[in-house]
């Protein structure tokens, strides 16, 4: 039977390279993104070809409702195997937490925390023995995020105290839970957040002198959902060019 991988932001940047690597890999992929049409359909076109099953699911992370309509597409496939916890958002506005809003702050958590905590309860609820969830968190979890998204950072620090727990909750059940933490990774996320050059402007501070790809970090993501990774659970994966 094949794996049925929930894949949460699949339609562009990190989930979308994520989604086309695991549907390579023999999952049927239920992707869920927030309302870009275009993107979701091109991808999931990608799984179809690759010989996959699948569906692309409009939706908010951070709505119950929302979360539980894209878990029961994903039910059509078969038993729940892997979730890739990853829609995220580094918010509208950035810059330093005394000069940012209230709401900026809100829907950051929401997305980001709420989001991920409403996914991963889902799949606690649904998956069996072999299942496993790949939380994206990011390296911003240690650096901080000064004067940029201390908030966003906050959110990534809180993925990965929720991968330490989730992953003592769920092994005796036999599920595994792991983080895989980015470095700055070349997506249209930093211009979501005004930042449309970041991943060129950073290159200078990375160690390894240049940003990452989303192919790469979905190679990362992939090895953690596959059984080449069986024995790792509650590890944090940090993939950000020595940064
Ligand atoms: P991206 O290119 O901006 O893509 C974001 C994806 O999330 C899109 O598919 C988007 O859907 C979806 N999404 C956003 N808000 C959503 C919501 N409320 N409900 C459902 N889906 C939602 O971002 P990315 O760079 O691939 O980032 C993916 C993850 O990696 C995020 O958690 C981010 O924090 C993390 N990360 C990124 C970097 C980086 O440098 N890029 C570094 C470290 C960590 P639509 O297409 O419909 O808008």
Not at 70 to 95: C, H, I, K, M, P
Not at 113 to 127: D, I, K, S, T
Not at 215 to 221: L, T, V
Request: hydrophobic share 45%; proline share 4%; with cysteine.
């Amino acid at each position: 039977m094949s794996p049925v991988t929930v894949v949460t932001g699949g339609s562009r940047g990190i989930g979308a390279a994520t989604a086309r690597r695991l549907a390579a890999a023999g999952h049927h992929i239920v992707l869920g993104y927030h309302g870009n049409h275009a993107a979701a359909r091109a991808v999931l076109a990608d799984v179809h070809a690759a010989g996959r099953r699948g569906a692309a699911v409009p939706g908010d992370t951070a709505e119950p409702t929302d979360v539980v309509r894209l878990f029961d597409a994903a039910a059509e496939f078969g038993q729940l195997t892997g979730l890739v916890n990853n829609a995220g958002v580094g918010g509208s506005r950035t810059g330093p937490l005394a000069d940012l809003r209230v709401e900026d702050l809100r829907r950051v958590i929401d997305v980001n925390l709420v989001g991920y905590l409403l996914c991963a309860q889902q799949a606690a609820r649904r998956m069996s023995a072999g299942g496993a969830i790949v939380n994206v968190s990011s390296g911003a979890a240690t650096l901080g995020g000064p004067n940029e998204y201390v908030h966003y950072a906050a959110t990534k620090a809180a993925t990965d105290a929720l991968t330490v727990g989730l992953s003592k909750e769920l092994g005796p059940r036999g599920i595994r839970v792991n983080t895989v933490a980015p470095g700055i990774i070349d997506t249209e996320f930093h211009a979501g957040v005004g930042n449309p050059d970041k991943a060129t402007a950073a290159a200078a501070r990375i160690p390894m002198g240049r940003a990452g790809t989303a192919e790469e970090i979905a190679g990362a993501i992939a090895w953690l959902l596959g059984p080449d990774s069986s024995y790792a659970s509650g590890a944090i994966l940090r993939v950000a060019g020595g940064l």
